[in-house]
């Protein structure tokens, strides 16, 4: 189990966006890196990164920011997301030393797309599928797409992605709980890892989603919580170690 900050960055700062607007953005630092290093010193094991401006204009924009987290970190592996529309993108990030390449859009209105970066870089790949009452949004959140979310997960795991970065919209960046019931049945429909995200907001989300850790929810993607301190980074980590340490002893045992 990992707890995972989010860095999204917009206008080359580190922002949250409520139930992601565009137009509704807290900027919580001037620097990504300042923040970057905040919860790696509070023991993070990976970061998660989306370049807003690059999910708006289908290019990344803020690469060079991303790059300088990478090298100052180069031990932390890092999943980035947006703007990764084409085999160049992904090869660009993994050069920077990014680990794993989140892809959104794309991958939900050509699944092909996914299966084709799967072959090319295997091992790298995670696929993030966002869902408003139980159907699919695309495009910054803003169109419907025809999938169903349980369907696309189990064509993506037979395509080979390392895991699905599944966040309910309704609840990000809102601080009214994570959707555990959604979660779990996704992650008991794949073999795949699950990541949580969206809505995580206290010490109980983290406690409910350790829960199910063996269920098959692999992290929990968290923003707005830690920073405004409604979820206490360090306790949750120490809550989340516990709970690998007995997932370790079960598998040895």
């Not at 999204?8 to 630092?29: E, H, N, P, S, Y």
Request: aromatic share 6%; charged share 25%; proline share 3%.
């Amino acid at each position: 189990m990992l707890l995972i900050p989010a860095i999204d960055i917009k206008d080359g700062k580190c922002v949250r966006l409520r139930q992601g607007r565009m137009d509704d953005a807290t900027v919580f630092a001037d620097d990504p890196l300042e923040a970057a290093t905040r919860w790696v010193t509070s023991g993070a094991k990976r970061l998660h990164i989306i370049d807003l401006d690059g999910a708006s204009t289908g290019k990344p924009i803020n690469r060079d920011l991303v790059e300088r987290i990478a090298k100052t970190y180069p031990d932390v592996p890092i999943q980035i997301g947006g703007g990764i529309r084409d085999e160049d993108t992904v090869q660009s990030y993994l050069d920077l030393g990014v680990q794993y390449v989140i892809l959104g859009t794309r991958a939900v209105n050509e699944p092909h797309f996914v299966s084709d970066l799967c072959a090319a870089f295997p091992g790298h790949i995670i696929v993030g599928l966002d869902a408003k009452d139980g159907k699919l949004m695309v495009n910054g959140w803003s169109k419907l797409a025809k999938h169903d979310v349980i369907d696309l997960a189990q064509r993506f795991e037979n395509d080979g992605v390392e895991a699905i970065i599944y966040t309910d919209i309704s609840r990000d960046g809102m601080l009214s709980g994570v959707n555990i019931e959604a979660t779990k049945t996704l992650a008991e429909s794949i073999r795949i890892p699950v990541i949580a995200a969206g809505g995580i907001t206290n010490l109980d989300d983290i406690r409910r989603l350790c829960e199910i850790a063996d269920a098959g929810v692999f992290g929990a993607v968290t923003g707005r919580a830690i920073y405004e301190g409604t979820l206490d980074f360090v306790e949750a980590q120490k809550m989340v170690e516990q709970v690998n340490l007995r997932l370790n002893a079960d598998s040895e045992g």
